[in-house]
């Protein structure tokens, strides 16, 4: 009998797998008589791209071919365009109309490089040998003549007039700009205001670096002209659509696309890739499979990077600290490309800036601009956690120049409970969510009461002790729909086919309870099909927090309508109605008998034509598309303490809580794993991570782990979290997302505690990463 798995700590399913070294990701994809290839890339941030002399490397000894961007168009290959529309601008209506990926929006990134390279690390050749070390001997002899141009690198400097222009239709380098909010109104409410606050944000650049690197085997069979992609990635429907449409030009049934195992992606493997391109091409000129796997330092140079906004943000408030207006200016880093879905993190955070908090007017500009780095894309909050990051720092500024304590002047303004369903300035509509209980039980388990005695105690020692805290709303899963199909075996097994991937997120686990409940049998008696576009051929893949949310919902529908078709099956083999048959634990049973039949026993009768009724399709099978209608709006509260060593400006973590609200927790192990990692990566971006570029010559400094810090676990302190659920209104499950809360919350949560161990200097504000350095220099500038 099924004992109910929804909001139980079911152990994952495929941890049996993946830690006895069962796992199958795309490196250990190896195919016959397979080659390998090595992308060679430009070591400048921009030049003229001169002759390119494949012939020394055609010479090396097991190299098969050489492939440059002249091959590319003479093949008639596309290129990486942008998927998601950038805001219009007023003067140029008609581009609102243009097709998705039009170059007069933005110019598409070549495969290869074609007349100029606009970063370090863009390919500019690819070389296929027998082997790998034959393919880098081979790369290693090409010879490239580049003529260096002028670079920018710096997002603030990209819109400084002496900077050099990357694309002449870009003046200024600025690819296009979101301006939402009234500005009248809201220079009325400063005007009018009795504090204002400002405040100059950096949000760091980021390396997404999953533990698991890009990498891609392509196949080609001539006899069927049909390509087949293996790949480390979170869409493989949606690139292996991409890939047949707009670079192969081809119906997208010739392309069929496998991801297996995932280890993490972030958005960064959400994208088509020039490698995915160049390994399929490639197997097809060949007649030979193609594999590619990114080195680390690849990694560095070609993924997509994240966050890079400089923001000048400022708040309004009344005598009473209530808050009147809000203002936000910000210049957001794009790279030398608009990436598929890099419009996405410079304008989702206006969605949701003003967070949990009641503000009656807003003014929000962003300019997004070009500048000769590794583009940019959604990072696992994807413009959320730099929207959050804004509000959350300036109610802190706010409270140390008003006096009012930063809990209460937080309170004072929370959306209250009873208020919900609350419309936001830009007519978002948030269902549900109680904000004031988040930061009360955030505060008792950080135990703030005791905090003042162990910042006496730290004194003591030395050390220079702070609490930060941070509310935090976001807006997920809306705007994508996804299909599930569910079938059911004679056997009384459940299969479900979906067409998200997970890369971490526990969907073999968290689905099968889902269906199980659903359908009341054993969670073992489940199966999940994903991520191979033969077997589903639809699908979204997964991102921004919406497998559960959308994928889950579409899985417990399809279910539902798997039992009422077994309903009217089980009625005609009882030779009842169909309203007198009940359905529980996996049985149909006759109302007031003993009469009944089991689910597994009606898919056998499902698969009989001689015992199907007339009239219904063959098969215990339902597919069903769910479309949300909204966002869900997960939110919490996180507080963080922080000891800061003032001859040395170390920063030690000693505490972390997180409360939040997921609305409704299908496995709560899940999701406290989900809520730890995502802190434990918000951790890193506060305090230790930065991507950092030579602004003379663009080159990238911290191009591997000895360089770009990642965070560690002499980082980490005990992480402490408690799950609330206040169901969302508007889903079918009443669940509201996790995966992205950690990185929102965190890099706001731990620099407002820095800042307040460093109060007693004056100082208001630290940008990230809160290395040692920066807090050593904002010490000595104060001391002086």
């Known amino acids: 009998m099924n004992a109910g798995y929804v909001g139980r700590r079911v152990i994952r399913k495929e941890d049996a797998r993946l830690l006895t070294g069962r796992g199958r990701f795309v490196a250990d994809v190896v195919l016959p008589d397979e080659c390998h290839g090595v992308v060679l890339r430009s070591p400048h941030a921009h030049a003229e791209l001169g002759s390119i002399d494949i012939g020394p490397a055609l010479a090396v000894p097991g190299v098969l071919a050489v492939l440059t961007g002249g ?94 222009c990357l694309w002449p239709q870009f003046p200024g380098n600025v690819c296009f700009t979101l301006d939402q909010g009234d500005g009248a109104a809201t220079a009325a409410a400063f005007a009018a205001a009795a504090h204002v606050v400002r405040v100059r944000l950096v949000n760091n650049r980021l390396v997404q670096n999953p533990i698991e690197t890009r990498g891609y085997v392509g196949a080609y069979d001539a006899a069927t002209g049909r390509y087949t992609l293996r790949m480390a990635g979170g869409k493989p429907q949606v690139i292996g659509r991409q890939l047949a449409r707009d670079i192969f030009r081809l119906p997208i049934e010739r392309v069929r696309a496998i991801a297996e195992d995932v280890g993490g992606g972030f958005g960064a493997k959400n994208v088509i890739y020039a490698e995915e391109v160049l390994v399929a091409w490639a197997a097809r000129k060949l007649g030979r499979p193609v594999r590619w796997i990114a080195e680390r330092s690849e990694g560095f140079a070609s993924d997509h990077q994240a966050r890079d906004q400089v923001t000048e943000a400022a708040l309004a408030l009344d005598e009473d600290g209530r808050f009147l207006a809000l203002r936000v200016d910000t210049i957001a880093g794009l790279g030398a490309y608009l990436a598929p879905r890099g419009v996405t993190p410079p304008t989702a955070g206006a969605r949701m800036v003003t967070g949990v908090y009641h503000v009656p007017t807003h003014h929000y500009r962003v300019r997004a601009v070009h500048t000769n780095t590794v583009p940019t894309a959604p990072y696992r909050g994807a413009g959320q956690p730099e929207a ?32 919900m369903p609350y419309t936001t300035l830009l007519g978002t509509t948030i269902d549900s969510g109680e904000f004031a209980a988040n930061m009360d039980a955030a505060l008792r388990l950080a135990d703030r009461d005791g905090f003042a005695r162990r910042r006496t105690e730290a004194a003591r020692r030395g050390r220079l002790r702070g609490l930060g805290i941070a509310n935090v709303l976001e807006a997920c899963g809306h705007g994508v729909d996804e299909t599930a199909a569910v079938d059911v075996s004679a056997d009384g097994t459940a299969r479900i086919r979906i067409g998200t991937m997970s890369n971490g997120q526990s969907h073999e686990t968290v689905f099968a309870q889902l269906c199980a409940d659903a359908l009341g049998i054993d969670i073992a008696a489940v199966t999940l099909v994903q991520g191979d576009s033969d077997a589903v051929p639809w699908g979204n893949g997964t991102g921004a927090s919406r497998s559960l949310t959308v994928g889950g919902a579409a899985i417990v529908r399809a279910a539902e309508r798997v039992i009422e078709k077994g309903r009217t099956i089980a009625a005609h083999i009882l030779e009842t109605a169909g309203e007198d048959i009940v359905f529980a634990d996996g049985r149909y049973t006759v109302v007031g008998t003993d009469r009944s039949i089991t689910l597994g026993a009606v898919a056998a009768a499902a698969a009989d034509p001689v015992r199907l009724p007339s009239g219904l399709p063959p098969g215990l099978a339902e597919t069903l598309r769910y479309d949300p209608v909204n966002y869900t709006f997960p939110n919490g509260c996180h507080a963080a303490e922080v000891e800061i060593d003032p001859e040395t400006g170390a920063v030690t973590l000693e505490r972390y809580v997180a409360v939040h609200d997921v609305g409704r927790a299908v496995n709560p192990s899940v999701v406290e794993g989900q809520l730890v990692g995502g802190i434990v990566q918000g951790i890193g971006q506060a305090l230790v991570e930065d991507t950092v570029y030579d602004p003379v010559s663009g080159q990238l400094l911290a191009g591997s782990f000895m360089d770009y810090a990642m965070p560690r676990a002499d980082l980490i302190p005990d992480i402490r979290t408690e799950i609330r659920e206040v169901p969302c209104r508007h889903t079918p499950l009443g669940v509201k997302s996790a995966g992205e809360a950690g990185p929102t919350s965190a890099p706001p949560t731990i620099v407002n505690a820095v800042v307040d161990a460093l109060a007693a200097f004056g100082i208001e504000h630290v940008d990230m990463p809160a290395t040692p350095e920066r807090i050593r220099a904002a010490i000595a500038a104060r001391s002086r």
Request: aromatic share 4%; hydrophobic share 50%.
């Open 71 to 164: 091959d590319c168009r003479a093949d008639g290959l596309g290129a990486i365009a942008w998927e998601i529309r950038p805001p219009t601008p007023p003067d140029r209506p008609a581009l609102a109309r243009v097709a998705l990926g039009d170059p007069a929006v933005a110019p598409p990134q070549p495969i290869l490089a074609l007349e100029r390279v606009r970063y370090v690390g863009e390919p500019v050749a690819f070389v296929v040998a027998e082997t790998l070390e034959a393919a880098r001997d081979g790369a290693e002899v090409v010879v490239v003549v580049y003529e260096p141009l002028p670079v920018v690198t710096a997002t603030a400097d990209a819109v400084v007039p002496s900077a050099p």
């Open 388 to 419: 959050t990051y804004i509000m959350e720092r300036l109610i802190d500024i706010a409270a140390r120049r008003t006096g009012i304590d930063p809990v209460a002047l937080r309170r004072r303004n929370l959306i209250p409970p009873e208020a």
